[in-house]
């Protein structure tokens, strides 16, 4: 058993235990363990055997032991029984059709049916009314999701993080390209999407509806499937002969609005060739939203990252020392790393004083001389207050190497106050970027109101950047934003927020929203050498 394998089994193992309503912490340790192991650069099954498992982070005696029985049996007694309890199949298909996990099953029971075909067939002739519970208004409701015609859309986008990680998964599984709004790097994914070349579609057919990631097929044709997860999130894949695989990635990767423009698509075996024929330059995938034939500028690469602005450390609510955290920079390729901890105002969390911000000062002075000639900047994510001022006083800011302002509490005040407040903290002139400027997280917070055009205007006068935060549930500036600053003629600063030597890999997410927005490297404050960025 390979890592990946031993990974699915545990995430499978915890998103079983969420659903018979087990201990949340208990399934969290599962899937933690999980990301662990995806990540761990030996063989888990040769440390499980060897009894080093331990040594992995976040794997205790109780995870252990499963682990020894995964790799010594193929399988987790368990596990197994609670997919055959909980019938991970109907749920998924439940929840695809908006009903809770509890109420899926319920259902199924109620019906006699084991899996998701059967209760398609049990629905069609007026059973479902039937079970208690159902009235004529779900009835109505779920028949017409069972039979919904267009193109199967999760109930909530996704996270990109999350998207990428089911999508790319399930390519990687059936050697195919991911597609869709992943692909085009989203900041909340609607369409997933896998294409796959081959002249013999059953078998890919057949593995898609075996893979640990989907636990039932809702629509199957010649070559195209829709399968959903336990969660009820649908992917498509879509199954072409390999001289016209170019063709089918352009059409599952751009927008609707985007591939209509480019239509008719001529057949090609890859996606140069398709743009060949139509004697349009290739575009990236980041720029397929808006109807686009011309020359793509060169937008900005992960590769021309020198550095990462924004990162926390036990200081405050990081997890990792401020010498873990450059160490892991270091590794990265990085020069510099600007450690940006709390300032007391963000409430929630510890945030440091000025007597603090000090004292760190000499840890990052001590790691600095181990990682030399690594450079650890002393930074600080400095709290705007309600009235504009900062959160710490100014003789302590002039001793730092890089300040980013950062709004958190009072994300609701009206458009006026909150810019006002916003513009106020930028004429500071030790303020070198602006975080997480429209305060969102997705999914879960919207936009504050703050007025973009008048900040960008301030910001200009002032030469202070503006974040593009890498942070999954965050993405902000978003890619439209990005275009709009640029446009006002500023920089941007493509940063992780990292929390962990983990969280310090979502320069790829800043990067690519970064690229949405059309940014080049001379856009991007952190493509530059040290000296550049260093106090002027
Ligand atoms: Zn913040
Ligand atoms: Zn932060």
Known sequence: MDNLEIADRLEAFAALLELAEANPYTARAYRRAAETIRGAGMPVAELVQSGRVRELRGIGPGIEARLRELVETGEIAELAELERELAPDLVGLGRYLGLGARRSVDLARALGVRTADELREAAAPGRLRTVPGIGPKTETRLLEALSREGEPRPRQGLLLNRAWELVGGIASALDGEPAGDVRRWRDSCERLAVVCATADPPPVLGRFDTLPQIVAVVEQGERH????????????????????????????????????????????????????????????????????????????????????????????????????????????????????????AVGAVHGLTPDEVRRQAEEI??????????????????????????????????????????????????????????????????????????????????????????????????????????????????????????????????STDAHSVRGLGNMTLAVATARRGWATVADVVNTRSLREILPR
Request: proline share 9%.
């Open 365 to 494: 002075a001590a790691a600095n001389e181990v990682l030399d000639p690594f450079r650890i900047l002393r930074g600080i994510e400095c709290d705007i207050l309600p009235d504009g001022r900062l959160d710490l006083p100014d003789d302590v800011l002039a001793e730092l190497d890089w300040v980013q302002a950062s709004v958190h509490g009072g994300q609701r005040m009206p458009r006026d106050e909150m810019t006002k407040r916003v513009e106020e903290a930028l004429r500071n002139p030790h303020v070198r970027c602006l975080s997480h400027p429209k305060g969102r997280y997705i999914n879960r917070r919207p936009e504050n109101a703050l007025d973009l055009e008048r900040v960008f205007e301030v910001a200009l006068e002032e030469q202070v950047a503006l974040e593009v935060n890498g942070l999954p549930d965050r993405l902000d500036l978003r890619g439209e934003h990005v275009r709009d600053a640029l446009r006002a003629g500023l920089q941007i600063v493509c």
């Open 225 to 344: 499937a829709v399968g959903v997860t336990v969660e009820g999130v649908p992917v498509e894949l879509v199954v072409v002969d390999p001289e016209r695989f170019g063709t089918a990635l352009v059409r599952a990767t751009g927008s609707p609005a985007y591939v209509a423009a480019l239509e008719p698509l001529p057949d090609a075996p890859d996606e140069e060739g398709v743009y060949r024929a139509l004697g349009v330059p290739w575009c990236p995938p980041e720029l397929r939203e808006e109807p686009f034939r011309g020359e793509p500028p060169p937008l900005v690469e992960l590769i021309d990252i020198r550095g990462d602005l924004h990162s926390h450390t036990t200081w405050s609510d990081g997890r990792a020392s401020v010498e873990e955290m450059g160490r892991t920079a270091q590794e990265r390729g990085y020069d510099y790393l600007a450690i940006c901890d709390h300032t007391p």
